[in-house]
């Protein structure tokens, strides 16, 4: 049974870093399509950043290239996402995410197991 759990959220100043973490059970990381996504208040929930090409090439959205960085450990079943610059409107629910078909896709509907969220709040 694939588990995920987030932790690592909490109140960053703009222009501030975090990293937040997704503990992985059930499955091996090489062979799934993962990824981080959030949700704001009142908004769908949106890709941020996966790892699902065949060539394990990340996939970013626009609004986070250059700031965010997808990274794993295998040998420990840990997803991490490194938020760097931050801005108030990276507030949201951050999942993670993975699914057993790599899509190369960063779309919530290619996902199938999902962890409860962590909150990422940007605020002075």
């Known amino acids: 049974q694939l588990q995920l759990a987030e932790s690592g959220g909490g109140l960053v100043q703009p222009g501030g870093s975090q990293k937040i973490s997704c503990k992985t059970s059930?499955?091996?990381?090489?062979?799934?399509?993962i990824g981080w996504f959030r949700q704001a208040p009142g908004k769908e929930r949106e890709g941020v950043a996966c790892?699902?090409?065949?060539?394990?090439?990340?996939i970013y959205a626009d609004s986070v290239k250059g700031r965010f960085t997808i990274s794993t450990d295998n040998a420990n079943s840990m997803i991490y996402l490194q938020m760097n610059s931050l801005k108030p409107e990276d507030t949201a629910v951050y999942y993670c995410?993975?699914?057993?078909?790599?899509?190369?896709?960063?779309?919530?509907?290619?996902?199938?197991?999902w962890g409860q969220g962590t909150q990422v709040t940007v605020s002075s």
């Open positions: 059930g499955f091996n990381l090489d062979w799934y399509a």
């Open positions: 995410a993975a699914d057993r078909i790599s899509r190369s896709s960063c779309q919530p509907r290619h996902f199938g197991s």
């Open positions: 790892i699902s090409t065949p060539d394990g090439s990340p």
